[in-house]
């Protein structure tokens, strides 16, 4: 296999370095996906991490990696939500100062979620891209560390840490199922499981609205989306033009991409709180949702891993009670 920027060593490393600021989240059996798949189904409750979502790993093993004059200036991030809300939350467990950088598209309770956290916020245009501008700024003339939200080594090696404990818990493992975005969290975990059972299949679910890194696999290069709003907020934003590392882990680990439409999302969602009784963002349900929707050839014992849980409540009650959804109204 070729050599990747961030090896199962640096993920067991990272484990040691983050263990003790993060919960060991549950793998359960769903009897329903079981029973609707006919093959052994178990979901990862990453949505139970503290901050509700897994971006607390990577942002913890960065800060706890950072040198003692760079934590003294502080960090800065730019964020769909869940890496500003995992960024406040380990650098305010640090004691460190930390700016949050997001566009006008995300939700107003991740916002405010960030916000509770202690993190100074920053409200700037309506991509990723364009709050990017902002933090090289911060970077550039305040002299604050930018914690970037996958494509960084550290990053890549905390969300990594889930694919230790998968196989650890499901030694057996045929197939994972891993929400992708900017693939940080696919391309940790896939490092992981295949270091340590090579056996095994990582297939990333993305939506089909704005799905950069599906866009950039069949590109043959990082490719710029248009960003649209989606019931999968988390998973929006684009993989940027420089990205040095989770591309290639992507292109050369993961074994597929599928996509999925906001009435599949939509069903996870419906799914998760029906028949798991949990409440999962549109991002974390893309799992459950591609098992529903046979989007994937099942063949033994499968996981999904449910990535986050903050979605709107307002908007989590029209989705479970089957009432139409108007998007992109925040
Ligand atoms: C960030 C995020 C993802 C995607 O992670 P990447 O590392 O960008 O691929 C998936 N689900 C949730 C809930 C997220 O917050």
Known sequence: MTRHPVTLQDIEAA?????????????????????????PVSLKLEQRQTTGSFKLRGATNALASLAPDAKARGVVGASTGNHGRGLAHAAAAEGVRCIVCMSALVPANKVDGIRALGAEIRIVGRSQDDAQVEVDRLV??????????????????????????????????????????????????????KGRRPEARV???????????????????????????????????????????TFPMIRDLLDDVVLLSEEEIAAAIRHAYRHEQEIVEGAGAVGIGALLARKVEVRGPTVAVLSGRNIDMEMHRRIVSGEPITLGGN
Request: charged share 20%; no cysteine.
């Open 15 to 39: 484990r040691a370095r983050i263990a003790d600021r993060i919960v060991r989240t549950p793998l359960v059996r769903s009897p329903s996906l079981s029973e609707a798949t006919g093959a």
């Open 140 to 193: 550039a003339e305040e002299g604050l560390t930018m914690v970037p939200p996958f494509d960084h080594p550290a990053i890549i090696a905390g969300q990594g840490t889930i694919g230790l404990e998968l196989v650890e818990d499901a030694p057996d493992l045929d197939l994972v199922l891993v929400p992708l975005s900017g693939g940080g969290l696919a391309a940790g975990i896939a490092a992981a499981v």
């Open 203 to 245: 297939v990333g679910v993305s939506m089909e609205r704005g799905a950069a890194m599906h866009a950039s696999l069949a590109a043959g290069r990082p490719t710029l989306v248009e960003e649209v709003p989606t019931l999968a907020d988390s998973l929006g934003g684009g993989i940027g033009l420089e990205n040095r590392y």
